[in-house]
């Protein structure tokens, strides 16, 4: 079990890199989380949903992502609450206390699917959540020590240089950890290293005097993770702005709520688009090609937020010049005429008016949709794959001028009769080189036509060789029972 001494130590990257290691050593293997916090998810092969980093490190195994690879995961909704999904599929919402007056039948939710994936496994690599030093969680604690005991999964600690103190964080958790929780940790893990490693030699080495845990060694700074998705906002909140000069400019509004944001990765690697998300406080570029409004988590919410940005007024300002405007999932609804939440299935209940640029109206209900997708767009012919997850019903006028046309006859999304403004509600529209040429293509800007599913393997294999190179393997297996 690869635990951090923090959130975004880079747990789930290195997770990624040795289960693509392991399996191209010709192990089975599998990833597993017992309880992840995250808007970014994807479907699974049994009609569920996961974490984005676990279907990703699914991925890295060449295997199908199941709801048994994260069991429990959360998708905040508010800063006390968020909608809670059991292997899989949606149980409803959950206030932070309520969650964890459900964390002991969670764990046993948790430990069966563990089980599950041990059986059909040579190696399980699982990941943890946060630290397992925040000990004012360790009560009913299902995503670090809690699991790893419950388990009897043996744990490596993550510390991450890049962010500073990491001698003191890695030192700092051995000492807190109570005496059970730290003979679970069997050695520790640098992570993120930039210059020329001799000269954290004698760090290492007072970690491992002070802690007595084996140094299993040290990666330096994996640039081919910047291509992979990305799990947390967090990150998005730090990304450069765009370079200027390309062919085409794309902007998106950082909403609160935003879910599914990997959907606009394969835009930042094209060499003729300039690509930025705009963050609060800063408006809409009045030269951008193509605004996109990505998937929301909380679509009422976000809508309230777009207004209170200025970012509507933005908008119609941008379309009134002749600009384009998409929509994906929760995106697609706010550009309708109306967006009710009648039961509350994402927050307060309530309605409230969209921006009116798509004749379409979305009523939230309990059914929540799950499921891959595939078809061709409207717009250019081209064929695109990816997948659908959301909640609500959308109708109008606008969709019967539909977005695409999925492989079994179904319509999905809407067009404007010009065809400027568009919404859907496929996921992954972009990773398609051809869907994403066909859609660069209106904005006069040429593409790679690169799948990313391509690129996303690719780096994983650079990133299974360089861990190869800084780790020590031979110890990680031998406590992994190999």
């Not at 398609?432 to 996303?456: C, E, I, N, Y």
Request: with cysteine; net charge negative.
């Amino acid at each position: 079990m690869i635990q951090g001494c923090g959130s975004d130590v880079g747990k789930s990257t290195l997770v990624a890199g040795l289960c693509r290691l392991y399996a191209n050593r010709g192990l089975t293997v599998r990833p597993f989380k017992p309880q992840n916090m995250s808007n970014n998810a994807a479907v699974t092969a049994d009609g569920g949903e996961i974490g984005r980093a676990q279907a990703l490190q699914a991925v890295a195994c060449r295997t199908p992502p199941t709801v048994h690879m994260n069991p429990v995961l959360l998708k905040p909704q508010s800063d006390i609450g968020a909608q809670l999904i059991v292997r899989g599929q949606m149980q409803g919402n959950c206030t932070a206390r309520a969650f964890q007056e459900r964390k002991a039948d969670l764990l046993e939710v948790a430990v069966e699917s563990f089980r599950r994936l041990q059986a059909e496994a040579d190696l399980v690599i699982v990941e943890g959540a946060g630290s397992p030093a925040e000990i004012n969680l360790r009560v009913g604690d299902i995503a670090n020590m809690g699991f790893a005991r419950a388990s009897e999964t043996p744990v490596v600690l993550v510390g991450d240089i890049d962010r500073g103190h990491v001698i003191a964080a890695l030192v700092g958790a051995q000492a807190v950890l109570d005496p059970e929780d730290r003979a679970m940790i069997k050695g520790f893990l640098i992570n993120k290293f930039r210059g020329d490693p001799s000269l954290f030699d004698e760090g290492r080495w007072e970690i491992t005097r002070r802690t007595g845990w084996a140094d299993l060694g040290m990666a330096p700074w994996l640039a081919a993770a910047r291509r992979l998705p990305a799990e947390d906002a967090v990150v998005l909140e730090r990304a450069r702005p765009g370079d200027g000069g390309r062919r085409a400019r794309i902007v998106a509004p950082l909403l609160r709520g935003i879910s599914n944001f990997d959907d606009l990765d394969p835009l930042k690697d094209e060499p003729e688009v300039d690509f930025s998300f705009i963050t609060p406080g800063t408006p809409l570029p009045g030269d951008a090609d193509l605004v996109v409004l990505a998937g929301s988590k909380a679509t009422l919410s976000d809508l309230a937020m777009l207004r209170r940005e200025g970012w509507d007024i933005d908008i119609l300002a941008h379309v009134r010049r002749g600009g384009r405007v998409l929509g994906l999932c929760g995106g697609y609804q706010m550009l309708g005429r109306r967006v009710a939440d009648p039961g509350g299935m994402e927050g307060p209940a309530g309605e409230a008016a969209g921006l009116g640029l798509l004749e379409v109206e979305t009523t939230l209900t309990a059914a929540k949709v799950l499921k891959p997708a595939a078809g061709r767009l409207m717009a250019g012919e081209a064929r695109v794959t990816g997948y659908e997850m959301h909640i609500g019903e959308t109708t109008g006028d606008g969709a019967a001028r539909p977005f695409m046309i999925h492989d079994d006859g179904r319509r999905d999304g809407a067009l404007s009769p010009d065809g400027r403004i568009a919404g859907t509600y496929l996921h992954g529209l972009f990773a398609s080189g051809s869907g994403r040429a066909a859609f660069l293509a209106q904005l006069g800007a040429g593409s790679s036509g690169v799948d990313q599913t391509r690129v996303v393997d690719q780096a994983l294999d650079e990133i299974a060789v360089v861990l190869a190179q800084h780790f020590d393997i031979d110890s990680l297996s031998r406590i992994a029972g190999l």
